[in-house]
Every structure is written in C-alpha cells, then in structure tokens.
C-alpha cells in the first residue's frame, strides 16, 4: 500500500507559468517532507523541505505548503523555466521511525513548454 | 566538495550470478541508505547504517541481499544468485545523521540481470 501518493504521472507547463505539483500521504505519523528533483541517468536531488509544525517554506522560486488535516502537500516553482524538465519526487518520514529512511511517492514527470 | 559516489554505473549480470555494488558516501556522513528503484516508480528503502552498524534492514527483498559497511564509510551491497527481477537502479544515499537531515543521493547503479 502506497503511504505517499503522487497521482500526476506527468505534467506540462508553459516557461513563465506555475507549476503545481502535488501528494497525498496516508501514514498520520509522518512529520517532515522533502521534495527531490530527479534528472534522467542522475540520482534525486534534495530541493527543499517542510517540517509537520508549518504550513509553508519558501526557497526562492519554490515554494512547498502542508495541509496536515487533508494529509496533503504541494510543490510551487514560478516562475517555471526549462531547466525545471525533471521527475519530483514528494518523500516522507517519521521520527519515531528509528532512522532518517524516507518513503517516497512515484514521482511526477515536469516538462516546460517553451 | 565531492558527493556521493557510486560503481559501476552499469552492471549486466547473468541470472544466478553474484554481484557487489558499492558506494562511497560524502566524507563525515554518518548515516548511509541503499535504496531500490524500479522503473517507474520511486525509490524504495532497503537498508540503512549508522556509521559501522546496521540499525535496519527491513526492506532487503529477500535473504540473497547483503549489505555491509566495515569502517562506517565505504558500504557494499551484494546480491546472490541474482533473478530478473533484481533488475533496476540501486541507489545510495548517505546524510549527516542530525535532525532532518537531507539524504544526498548517487547517481545509482544500473542492474540487469539476463
């Protein structure tokens, strides 16, 4: 049973627009979240995250909200440019788990159109 | 500074053959994971060690995967007798250890097992 869910295979965005990726998860212990960034032949790349006591964290052209009682969580980038093209990965963890291990959800596949 | 370094990239290996993937994680990393990723799909966690010992191994498919870190750096991943099914890319991942650290990950290995 998938405990974080990113339903949105892929995505296709103009250059200049938002891109808006999202993921659910089911496993209420869960209280920090990362978004990674993964390029085709290379390994995920850490991007940023939110921690279960927030509701926002913003890095410049990214932006990640938390909605704990909808148990769901979304990626912003604006504005969105081409080097963005990337699959994301929405990853999960819980301290009790007794390590840093994450749970990642399937990934969504971003394109921006120029 | 150098990141987390992964060989071989590519591995082609006969059903029923042993193979050995290692990885050498960023310099003073304590923490060290070895995640499985089909195609597809997301990584999904094998195996994880604080410094020399293994505190988890709970994802390891089946009892032909081994994974061994001696010195608390360099960790092996061996996989006997290997099935198709083995086939995918094998990522490592090392972090600090400290409180929501982000995993920095490899560019993985590229298992297929003919």
């Known amino acids: 049973d998938q405990q974080v869910k990113q339903n949105s295979p892929s995505l296709s965005v103009q250059e200049g627009r938002i891109s808006i990726l999202n993921c659910d998860y089911t496993n209420s212990m869960f209280d920090y979240f990362l978004w990674y960034k993964k390029y085709p032949a290379e390994g995920p790349t850490f991007l940023i995250s939110?921690?279960?006591?927030?509701d926002k964290n913003e890095d410049g052209r990214f932006t990640v909200f938390l909605n704990k009682s909808a148990k769901h969580l979304s990626l912003h980038i604006v504005p969105s440019q081409p080097g963005d093209s990337a699959v994301y990965f929405c990853?999960?963890?819980?301290?009790?788990?007794?390590?840093?291990?994450?749970?990642f959800g399937k990934g969504t596949h971003l394109i921006i159109q120029p | 500074g150098a990141g987390v370094s992964q060989s071989p990239r590519y591995k082609v290996a006969k059903r029923g053959q042993d193979v050995a993937l290692r990885c050498d994680p960023i310099?003073?990393?304590?923490?060290l994971f070895w995640y499985q990723q089909a195609l597809g799909q997301g990584p999904e966690f094998l195996t994880y060690f604080q410094n020399e010992a293994q505190l988890d191994k709970s994802g390891l498919p089946s009892d032909r995967f081994f994974a061994e870190r001696p010195e608390g750096s360099v960790s092996t991943l061996k996989i006997q007798r290997t099935q198709q099914e083995d086939s995918a890319v094998y990522l490592c991942?090392?972090?600090?250890?400290?409180?929501?650290?982000?995993?920095?990950f490899g560019n993985g290995t590229r298992l297929t097992v003919t």
């Open positions: 991942a090392s972090s600090l250890g400290t409180e929501n650290s982000p995993l920095h």
């Open positions: 990853a999960a963890r819980y301290s009790g788990g007794g390590a840093d291990g994450l749970t």
């Open positions: 939110i921690s279960s006591i927030k």
């Open positions: 310099s003073g990393h304590v923490s």
